[in-house]
């Protein structure tokens, strides 16, 4: 037997005396190898059959779903409703089965009507089988969708309007709901002051989606107490370390701008480095800082820097689901690709760059799966009259 633990179940077929007989003779008996696959998902079903020995692994869209032992059938539905396979079966341990086309199951079920009887049975079991657990799939993707409402609402509505200014922010999940996060504050007692957020939970689904919620909370609140960066890092940093019940960790980058002198302060807790393009000079910069990522460690002091924005300059936050966004050869997009886009020509808005990096990436990937979340935010300060 293989690693996997085959239990017997409802399904499985017990054989009479005679039924045994017919099946353990040579005739229309197979002997397969382990790794054989006996039938394809999307393939014609022909015919079924009947496990002996062995035990056979069940995949469908390329995953394990299910394992099949001695007594078991498989392909009966098929078989009986003339539809395409529903799964693919392939022979986890060496196996011996019968085979059975529609004529020798006809046969059969002339010599032995009982035999189509528990056929059928099996057929009805695994049929509400089915039926429950598409009924669950459809509460789970109700709840995602539900849940993914809910984490949408969290994003900001829509950039900003800051004089002087334009922004633009684009964001995928690689699944129903993700732990990415960006956001803009702005200080009621100081207008001038625009908080940036960009961050990334580790992991992906519902457990990132949630933690990133208490990050975002988290973030908004320090904001608006007037906290530098840094200190809005720190604070998280500290309330992250003292909970005690996540595994989980964040990366963020964390900026304000002040509108009256063009100055963008910044810290970073292990997050990528945004770009920063000079479009007046041609130079393009990564703002670097030293930091790591929340919750790691309870010794924090991330670094603290700034730089002066030019009228026309712009800067572009991001989450690694972009650098590392795979190609079919599983090549990354990596920084230089993100860096080739953003050096590509003048642009002629923050609109203009989000639309060509998205769509840059979406190209190299050429349709592969998302494997992670992904966000790109775009700051412009606009050029002088």
């Known amino acids: 037997m293989s690693n996997a633990a085959y239990l017997p179940t409802a399904d499985a077929l017990q054989l009479t005396p005679d039924e045994r007989a017919l099946f353990f003779s ?20 022909d015919e079924m059959f009947v496990v002996l020995e062995g035990e056979l692994s069940i995949s469908r869209h390329g995953k394990q779903i299910d394992f099949l ?20 079966a392939t022979t986890a341990t060496p196996c011996s089965l019968i085979r059975l086309d529609r004529a020798g199951f006809r046969d059969l079920v002339s010599r032995s009507p009982e035999f189509a009887l528990r056929v059928m049975n099996i057929m009805s079991v695994r049929t509400r089988r089915l039926i429950e657990e598409e009924s669950r799939r459809q509460r789970m993707e109700e709840e995602l969708a539900i849940g993914r409402r809910i984490q949408l609402s969290l994003l900001p509505p829509a950039c900003p309007l800051v004089p002087g200014y334009e922004f633009a922010a684009g964001y995928r999940a690689a699944r129903e709901v993700g732990g990415d996060l960006y956001d803009f504050i702005i200080q009621p007692d100081k207008p001038n002051l625009v908080h940036i957020v960009v961050a990334d939970v580790t992991g992906k689904g519902v457990p990132a989606a949630l933690y990133m919620a208490v990050s975002r909370t988290l973030m908004h609140t320090y904001a608006l107490d007037g906290n530098h960066p840094s200190q809005a890092l720190l604070r998280v940093n500290q309330f992250i370390r003292e909970d005690k019940t996540s595994p989980l960790f ?33 130079d393009i910069e990564f703002l ?33 689901g972009i650098t590392e966004a795979r190609n079919v050869r ?23 760059l989000l639309s060509a990096i998205i769509g840059a990436v979406e190209e190299f990937s050429g349709g592969t799966h998302q494997a992670d979340d992904y966000t790109v935010v775009v700051l412009r300060r606009k050029p002088l009259p």
């Open 26 to 45: 040579e005739e229309g008996r197979v002997y397969l190898p382990a790794g054989t696959i006996i039938m394809r998902e999307g393939e014609p079903g």
């Open 69 to 88: 032992g001695p007594g078991m059938v498989l392909g009966e539905m098929a078989m009986i409703d003339n539809r395409p396979r529903s799964a693919t």
């Open 250 to 282: 964040l990366s963020a980058f964390y900026a304000v701008l002040d509108t009256n002198v063009h100055c963008l302060t910044y810290a970073n807790a292990g997050h990528n480095p945004p770009i920063w393009l000079q479009p007046s000079t041609g």
């Open 288 to 320: 670097n800082a030293r930091g790591i990522v929340l919750g790691a460690f309870d010794t924090f002091i991330p670094e603290e820097r700034l730089c002066f924005l030019q009228p026309g300059d712009y800067v572009v936050f991001y989450t690694d």
């Open 330 to 352: 599983g090549d990354f997009f990596d920084d230089e690709g993100l860096e080739a886009v953003v050096a590509a020509r003048q642009w002629k808005s923050a609109d203009e």
